[in-house]
């Protein structure tokens, strides 16, 4: 949690962001000057409670209990609840029935509660599309702001040989020379890793596949389906830190995000700020992004046929490969955080003085 008083916005008292995914709420934190601590909030009179996520029973609990406080409450869901839909007619029978139960609740005590928030963040027009015509979330009661690029994606690498040298090193091949591909979150089925393995051995053989993320129970699947490919000399896995990260994004031929379903990745904001090129699924608000902006490709869910042709488009025409990174550096400077960070605080005091 955390609580800071928002002169700038005009407010008298605090407001306390509560985030259920600390990676939203730190960067927002930092930009907009709160200050860090743990808060009984139940002891305090808020202006404003700022909510991130959608875990339902704690959810609606909070919902209620800050609203008789008479705190007014703005809400980022980060596409909480929407993929339910899609989850529930995906997967394993246990894995729909629960994802079925949760669309039940979302469509009978969502909505009612839902209702007594003030402002209600959406990351994308799909979500506040979902918002409005699935759960009947009220048009003016929704606020499209994106997530942000930390600035650390922007900045010149620090010790740039050292860390290109290790990276190298275990690689096996020479990230500024040969041409890979890229995909980063955490190693889980939803993500679909294994749709880019899977095209592997169709595409040129220098061609390598990275994938950097914490393993959450998938890496052991992957590492299969490479060797089963023979083509595990071609797949590697990383879990390293930030500099790593976006140096590997600075050289890549491309991100690849082939993942079922998302809201809007974080990772598609910084390989356009270090100027790669994306390739993704329209599963998400990422499609939104790199069609309005030009920054890569976007192709349907599952079509591997269609995501080896758009890898092949910029291995065969690099030029266009650095032109689109180009582009997609100059657009992704409406992203970054400082940006993003202004928008909520004036949120803030749209909220508060209404």
Request: glycine content about 6%; proline content about 4%; hydrophobic content about 40%.
């Amino acid at each position: 949690m955390f609580a800071s008083n928002q002169r700038a916005v005009g407010l008298r008292g605090r407001v306390v962001a509560l985030q259920s995914d600390a990676y939203d709420g730190s960067y927002l934190t930092r930009y907009l000057d709160i200050k860090h601590g743990t808060i009984h909030f139940e002891s305090y009179l808020f202006d404003i409670v700022h909510v991130h996520g959608y875990h339902r029973i704690f959810a609606d609990l909070l919902i209620r209990r800050l609203s008789q406080q008479k705190s007014k409450i703005v809400s980022t869901l980060h596409g909480a609840l929407q993929w339910e839909y899609l989850d529930s007619t995906f997967g394993p029978l246990p894995h729909r029935f629960l994802s079925l139960m949760k669309v039940l609740h979302d469509r009978t005590v969502c909505p009612v509660l839902l209702r007594k928030l003030q402002k209600i963040i959406a990351i994308s027009k799909m979500e506040q599309r979902f918002l409005v015509d699935c759960l009947n979330v009220p048009l003016p009661q929704i606020a499209i702001i994106p997530n942000g690029i930390p600035d650390e994606a922007f900045n010149e690498i620090l010790d740039h040989s050292e860390i290109a040298d290790r990276l190298n090193n275990r690689l096996g091949f020479k990230t500024s020379e040969e041409p890979f591909l890229i995909s980063i979150g955490r190693l889980s089925p939803g993500k679909c890793f294994h749709h880019v393995i899977k095209i592997i051995p169709s595409l040129p053989k220098e061609i390598h596949f990275v994938v950097f993320g914490t393993d959450q129970g998938e890496l052991q699947n992957l590492q299969q389906l490479s060797r089963d490919l023979h083509v595990k000399e071609r797949v590697h896995f990383l879990d390293t830190n930030a500099s790593e990260k976006y140096l590997l994004l600075s050289y890549a031929l491309a991100l690849v995000l082939p993942s079922r379903h998302e809201g809007l990745p974080i990772v598609v904001l910084e390989a356009m700020a270090r100027a790669c090129p994306v390739i993704a699924t329209t599963s998400g608000g990422q499609a939104e992004i790199i069609n309005e902006g030009r920054v890569g490709f976007t192709y349907p869910w599952g079509d591997l046929s269609e995501l080896s042709i758009l890898v092949m488009k910029l291995y065969d025409d690099r030029r266009l490969a650095r032109e689109i990174g180009q582009i997609a550096q100059r657009y992704s400077r409406g992203f970054a955080w400082t940006e993003i960070a202004e928008r909520v605080s004036n949120l803030y005091g749209l909220v508060a003085h209404t």
